[in-house]
């Protein structure tokens, strides 16, 4: 069974940093694609960050130069550094491990989701 456990989020005021970590246990194929995506109140969950098994990333707009995306495969750890935070980034924030052969930040091809962390930025 596969298993994502999110840790990391917290309060902070804007401009500051935060990094998320997510344990991905029962997860042998590391082929696959990992991703960090996000949902604020009211609003869809939105792809945030990818990762490729080869180390390839791709970001949304709105965090490109701000958010960094790594993994540590040999402690089965994807990360999400957050750094000149904003209010708009406050979302619930969720790791996922994306359908074999899909590299894409839509939910769509998300083949398992962490129960989330709360990031939540004041101004």
């Known amino acids: 069974q596969v298993q994502l456990v999110e840790s990391g989020g917290g309060s902070v005021q804007a401009g500051g940093s935060l990094r998320l970590s997510c344990v991905v246990s029962?997860?042998?194929?590391?082929?696959?694609?990992m991703a960090w995506f996000r949902q604020a109140p009211g609003k869809e969950r939105e792809g945030v960050a990818i990762?490729?098994?080869?180390?390839?990333?791709s970001y949304v707009p709105s965090v490109k130069g701000r958010f960094t995306i790594s993994q540590d495969n040999a402690k089965n750890t994807l990360y999400l550094q957050m750094t000149s935070l904003k209010p708009d980034d406050t979302a619930m924030y969720y790791c996922?491990?994306?359908?074999?052969?899909?590299?894409?930040?839509?939910?769509?091809?998300?083949?398992?989701w962490g129960q989330g962390t709360q990031v939540t930025v004041s101004s």
């Open positions: 990762i490729a098994s080869n180390g390839w990333t």
């Open positions: 029962g997860y042998t194929d590391r082929t696959n694609c």
């Open positions: 996922a491990v994306e359908s074999r052969g899909r590299c894409i930040l839509d939910t769509r091809f998300v083949a398992y």
